[in-house]
């Protein structure tokens, strides 16, 4: 866990503390496990979107790909008689193949990843609201798919702690997603061309097929959680369902030290991140504060989070810059050389 | 003429070990053509930048229209009559061509409104394209123009603010020969209205062709200056040489072997109708000498498989080979140590360790994971041999020096299997003391069987390292020399495009 | 060539566009403009294709806007007016501030207001239902519900919104001076995921909670889902609105108190035959002071099977 993570934890705990000794009910199971729950959904897509700013790019049709994805899966097994099963591995191939189609279009057409995916994002919005011609997708009462729902949205008592099934996902993935991003050869390339795509491509790595398998890895990812998100809401209305959601991805992700620029971010900021914006959500509702400042307490939170960082950031580059680095004979050189 | 109404006295200027001027006087009359010629880093560039207001000389005095000053600003540069036509265009390609000229200086209408009067710039463009005999409109957009025409719009940029002298840092160094015919007679143009004209140039015969006066500089120093009836290539390479070079060579262990990297008739997008054939052999370094933008850079490019090539063949040990990407290079053991080392070479915020294993993880894999351990120990091997100077691998690239960052380079090659290695500007920004040290470990490499192109702009270098030198002049090999024929002299002939007597 | 596709995409829209003009030029356009997607519209849209059986002579539309959003609303009738559109019915998003454009459109064609009303406005009727009394009735269920007594909490989408607002007054009008409380009502901006999460952290907020009541559609669904989870079903009372099949089977099921449900078939229907009759002279129909009220009904567990049976009934032609 790096200085950046840490100081995450602090926040998340310091604000934890406020909340439990104003109303103690914060830290009662149901509520944990209910907030955790929270965490597993919003964690998964938030981690996907990570995958896609490290690589220095921008995924915007989050909220979309979950309403259009979601819709798709209740459509499949509700109305069509698919096995979960077939639908869950359908939805998810839909996932990657979108993921695939915007890595394609950055890379090989060139087109910024930012208009890439607003287009996703107005594209897949009105495909799921033509799709259901605006109706809302859902199980019908008394619908059941005992295994599949208890397998998404169920939870299982570890030492009488209702852990709730969405935030072991959150768990698998996570530590799979770190040991990728952070140990393996593929996560190099990741960052390596996240900071310096050029410098990445002159070390001999096919930067375009990088790109576009963050893109997949991203849609892949967001298709699993709008699998989890329709069987927690188990209704979903095209027109609102998941709108807004690439914000709290984008927001878990810069909480978690993910540089818009690209080549930095940690998955475990990515999660703790996450953890912060379902607690002030969660705070919200406890602490009895008006619904509608919902979005302010979270803004404002965040822009303190990050501006305690650049205060951080600043501090120690004044502490390394006032213990002297030696550069001096390098920099004097290159300014001879350029006075050509 | 008339009496000089700009004159440069004793004008000298210190970088920190470096002295780029040493006292130099220099004065302009008007109407006059000067050429200033001397070496890539003889201070050409320098002194322009002290005209310009730029650069802020160490001492000396600056004396214009008979006033004596110690520097002069940019806007008092400009308020003086002094415009600058830079070798790297400050146009903004997505406004026309009035745009361009009055940027900052639009007239307007509208009081408040401050909206542009389109109708009057371009009536004040039109008499400055026809003074140069522009063949483009004031509403050409500056995108759909070509660079000689950049040129043209940057001149009349000067024009419109009442220039007296346009200084042209290499001006045609990428026109071709009918653009650079036609800025020959804009220049004349010029000199008949009455404004000066100072230009930096490599080619003599321009030089020849419309200077008034040539003003030689070498190492910071005014080493001669020649008039309309002494100019003469020959004359003007006595003295823009005139040194002895230190002699660093270091003869291979072993007398150089078979080809290892043969071209063949490559074809690069920058010169497409140039192309260049060079081998390289076994254990020796072909020194790759040019003036800036002859078309070295692009060819290692190519070779490299950053840039595809438009014709030709690589072939490696005699196979001919396609390099589509560098990756394809990589594989085949050609790698490049690139002339931008912050933007191509390195990672800057990423450590030593992980820069240097970057091309070659696969050969780090424990399962599917970095074995960091290993990592970590190849890169104090890599640090020891190369002598890199830095508190631990762990470091960030950037915050080393720039001869440092430039080993970096280097040991993320000499842990893989090198066949052929290209270095361009191998020690661009390197202190002295690095130099020598990569100019040894070049050596050893080619005593261990290595193949070493080497691009390089710095005389002393190209002369005292390499064991055979080839010259690139405008897109194609001018020639080849062999050490018995190395001299500064034989290289800026070869460069500059005349035959090797 | 690319001239020529060019060439050949207008030429084919300006066909398209002069073919749909041609069909709108011999039907007058009523259009029933409602304030985002729902599967509530769905049954006004039934109620609007009855009346479209009986009106031949004239083109009836259901248009969803594309957000929830007054301004989206405000164009898509701006566009309606300049198509020249015969009579505009609309359920505005926020009536209230948009009087002075819902005036414009007024000026310029039939305007009826439904759902929500904009009394200010110069609209000519209003056909809907009156929140104040659809939570007069609501209250009414809960007194019935709890005859000790609690506390309850509220879940709305908008908590602005008019038709929200009216609906809490009429609740907490009928529960005034009983022992019932109604503590708060949380919002959710119509994002189904926050709807869920509101019951939940509202559950573990307060233990003592003794009755839900979910304002909008959706909300009542949300809330029986998890108190099901939760194992709280029939211990919490639920007191519900609309007609949403959960929560309908949970009134069939005796786990849901009872809905309240408004009638939108009825204002799709009652409301496109009066604009009709209203354009062809007939003004008869419209009150003097505008508003025509369809009462709402309350469906409990006696009457539930009759209402889905109708529905279905409904929506199936």
């Known amino acids: ?340 | 003429m008339s009496e000089p109404f700009l004159e440069l006295v004793d004008i000298s200027k210190n970088y920190p070990g470096v002295v780029a001027l040493d006292h130099v006087d220099l004065s302009v009359s008007r109407g006059e053509v000067i050429a200033l010629i001397g070496e890539n880093g003889a201070g050409k560039s320098t002194l322009m930048r002290v005209l310009g207001g730029v650069v802020e000389p160490s001492g000396g005095l600056l004396r214009v229209d008979g006033v004596e000053r110690s520097s002069l600003t940019v806007a008092e540069a400009i308020k003086a009559g002094i415009a600058f036509v830079h070798q790297e265009l400050n146009l903004f390609d997505n406004l026309d061509v009035a745009g361009n000229v009055f940027i900052g200086r639009e007239p307007v209408y509208g009081g408040p409104l401050r909206l542009i009067d389109r109708k009057q710039l371009h009536a004040r463009v039109r008499p400055l394209l026809e003074r140069l005999g522009a063949d483009f409109g004031p509403d050409a957009p500056l995108a759909e123009l070509s660079l000689a025409q950049h040129q043209l719009v940057e001149i009349m940029k000067a024009l419109s603010l009442d220039a007296r002298l346009v200084i042209m840092d290499e001006p045609t160094s990428s026109l071709t020969l009918t653009e650079t015919d036609r800025l020959m007679r804009v220049i004349a143009a010029l000199k008949a209205d009455g404004v000066s004209v100072i230009f930096i140039t490599h080619r003599l015969n321009e030089v020849v062709q419309c200077a008034d006066r040539a003003v030689v500089l070498r190492d910071g120093h005014v080493v001669g200056s020649l008039r309309r009836d002494e100019l003469a290539p020959a004359a003007m390479i006595r003295l823009m040489i005139g040194r002895d070079l230190k002699s660093l060579y270091v003869p291979p262990a072993a007398p150089p072997g078979a080809s290892v990297l043969d071209i063949d008739g490559a074809v690069t997008s920058t010169y497409p109708d140039r192309a260049v054939s060079l081998s390289v052999r076994r254990g020796e370094i072909l020194g790759l000498a040019g003036l800036v933008g002859s078309g070295r850079t692009e060819l290692a490019r190519a070779i490299f498989g950053v840039d595809p090539l438009q014709a030709g063949a690589i072939r490696l040990d005699g196979e001919a080979i396609r390099v589509a990407s560098p990756r394809a290079a990589i594989d085949h053991g050609i790698y490049l140590i690139p002339e931008d080392r912050k933007g191509c070479g390195l990672l800057l915020d990423v450590s030593i360790a992980e820069n240097i294993s970057l091309p070659d993880l696969a050969s780090y894999l424990r399962f599917f994971l970095v074995n960091t351990a290993r990592e970590t120990a190849n890169a104090r091997t890599q640090r020891e041999r190369l002598k890199i100077r830095a508190p631990d691998v762990g470091t960030t690239v950037g915050s080393l020096s720039g001869g440092n960052q430039q080993k970096v380079v280097l040991a993320k090659w000499l842990s893989m299997r090198p066949k052929v290695l290209i270095f361009d500007e191998p020690t661009r920004g390197v202190d002295v003391g690095a130099k020598q040290e990569i100019y040894d470990m070049l050596r050893r490499l080619t005593d261990a069987g290595v193949a070493i192109l080497m691009i390089s702009s710095d005389m002393e270098e190209v002369i005292g390292v390499s064991d055979r030198i080839a010259v690139m002049h405008e897109g194609a090999i001018s020639g080849f020399l062999d050490r018995s024929q190395f001299s500064e002299h034989n290289v800026l002939q070869l460069a500059v495009g005349h035959a090797v007597e | 060539m690319q001239r020529l596709v060019v060439a050949g995409i207008s030429v084919a829209v300006s066909a398209l566009l002069g073919l749909a003009s041609a069909q709108a030029a011999d039907k007058k356009v009523l259009a029933f403009v409602v304030n985002g997607a729902s599967d509530f519209w769905k049954i006004a849209e039934a109620g609007v294709k009855k009346a479209q059986g009986e009106l031949p002579n004239y083109d009836l539309q259901l248009k969803y806007p594309e957000q929830a959003a007054a301004a989206v609303q405000q164009r898509m009738m701006d566009d309606l007016v300049a198509a020249g559109a015969a009579g505009i019915m609309v359920s505005a998003v926020d009536p209230k501030n948009q009087t002075e454009h819902l005036n414009k459109v007024a000026s310029q064609t039939l305007l009826f207001t439904t759902d929500s009303d904009a009394p200010n406005s110069k609209r000519i009727a209003y056909i809907g239902s009156s929140n104040t009394e659809l939570g007069k009735d609501a209250g009414k269920m809960m007194l019935k519900a709890l005859p000790n007594g609690g506390k309850c909490v509220g879940f709305v989408g908008l908590p602005g919104a008019d038709n929200a607002r009216e609906r809490i007054e009429g609740v907490k009008e009928t529960i005034k001076g009983s022992k019932i409380e109604l503590v708060d009502v949380r919002g959710d901006e119509i994002d189904q995921t926050r709807a869920k999460r509101n019951v939940e952290d509202i559950l573990a907020a307060m233990p003592d909670v003794s009755c839900m009541v979910g304002f909008y559609s959706y909300n009542t669904p949300r809330i029986y889902e998890v108190l099901k989870e939760a194992g709280k079903l029939g211990k919490i009372q639920i007191i519900g609105f609309d007609e949403d099949p959960i929560t309908l089977g949970g009134v069939k099921e005796g786990s849901i108190a009872g809905t309240v449900v408004q009638q939108p078939y009825e204002w799709g229907y009652q409301g496109m035959k009066l604009m009709a009759a209203y354009i062809g002279g007939n003004k008869s129909g419209v009150p003097a002071n505008g508003i025509i009220i369809v009462p709402g009904k309350v469906i409990d567990k006696s009457n539930v099977d009759d209402f889905m049976a109708s529905m279905k009934a409904m929506l199936k032609k």
């Open chain 1, 1 to 340: 866990m790096n200085k950046k993570d840490l100081s995450l934890l602090v926040l998340i705990l310091v604000v934890g503390a406020v909340v439990a000794f104003i109303n103690p009910r914060f830290l009662y199971v149901g509520n944990l496990s209910n907030t955790l729950n929270q965490v597993g959904m919003f964690g998964i897509f938030s981690i996907a979107e990570a995958f896609v700013i490290i690589i220095g790019g921008i995924e915007l049709s989050v909220g979309s790909v979950i309403a259009l994805l979601g819709v798709l899966f209740i459509d499949l097994i509700v109305n069509h008689d698919v096995n979960w099963v077939l639908a869950l591995a359908m939805i998810i191939a839909a996932g990657l193949a979108i993921g695939a189609v915007h890595g394609t279009l950055v890379t090989k057409i060139g087109i910024q990843p930012f208009v890439v995916t607003l287009c996703g994002l107005l594209i897949y919005r009105g495909a799921a609201r033509y799709y259901t011609e605006d109706a809302t997708a859902g199980f019908g009462f008394g619908a059941s798919f005992p295994m599949l729902e208890w397998l998404t949205a169920g939870r299982t008592n570890i030492l009488g702690f209702p852990l709730p099934h969405s935030v072991i996902a959150l768990f698998v993935i996570a530590v799979i997603a770190w040991v990728v991003l952070h140990r393996s050869v593929f996560g190099r390339y990741l960052y390596a061309v996240g900071k310096n795509e050029e410098a990445a491509r002159y070390s001999g790595i096919r930067s375009g097929r990088v790109v576009i398998a963050a893109y997949v890895i991203c849609g892949g990812l967001t298709a699993f959680a709008a699998i989890l998100i329709a069987m927690y809401t188990r209704s979903i209305s095209p027109a609102v369902h998941g709108s807004f959601y690439e914000l709290y991805a984008i927001a878990a992700a810069v909480l978690g030290g993910c540089s818009l620029r690209g080549g930095e971010g940690s998955i475990v900021g990515v999660v703790l991140g996450t953890v912060l914006l379902q607690v002030l959500q969660n705070l919200v509702n406890l602490l009895g504060i008006p619904s509608s400042l919902n979005f302010a307490v979270m803004g404002t939170v965040i822009l303190i989070g990050v501006l305690a960082d650049q205060y951080l950031v600043q501090r120690r580059r004044r502490a390394t810059t006032a213990k002297g680095v030696p550069q001096a004979s390098g920099a004097g050189a290159s300014v001879g050389a350029s006075a050509e």
